[in-house]
């Protein structure tokens, strides 16, 4: 099993910066992929960011491209979101989840298994 705490969220205006933090507890963090997610109000929870379990290789969605960051320290069981550029359509709940059928990245949701109880991040213009 893996426990999931993300933090690091909050308000920041538009074109600022966020490090989102996710915090894991279990045996089998340091061979799974990892991954963020986010929800906006009304809206289906969408895939942002995925790393491999050793943090190889990274995929992103196309609207995070070139502003978002996705990082993982195994030897601290921590896996990182930096966020630059913020927009407000970047507004959302934002999850980090686990894979541990997988070694590399996926962006498909049902292939996380754990989930963390999300952080606020909103954008103001």
């Known amino acids: 099993q893996v426990q999931l705490v993300e933090s690091g969220g909050g308000l920041v205006q538009a074109g600022g910066s966020l490090r989102l933090s996710c915090a894991a507890s279990?045996?089998?963090?340091?061979?799974?992929?990892m991954g963020w997610f986010r929800q906006a109000p009304g809206k289906e929870r969408e895939f942002v960011a995925g790393?491999?379990?050793?943090?190889?290789?990274?995929y992103y969605a196309d609207s995070v491209k070139g502003r978002f960051t996705i990082s993982r320290d195994n030897a601290k069981n921590m896996v990182y979101l930096q966020m630059n550029s913020l927009k407000p359509e970047d507004t959302a709940v934002y999850y980090c989840?686990?894979?541990?059928?997988?070694?590399?990245?996926?962006?498909?949701?049902?292939?996380?298994?754990?989930w963390g109880q999300g952080t606020q991040v909103t954008v103001s213009s």
């Open positions: 989840a686990a894979a541990p059928r997988y070694y590399t990245t996926t962006a498909r949701r049902d292939d996380y298994d754990y």
């Open positions: 279990g045996r089998t963090f340091s061979r799974s992929a």
């Open positions: 790393i491999s379990y050793r943090g190889g290789t990274t």
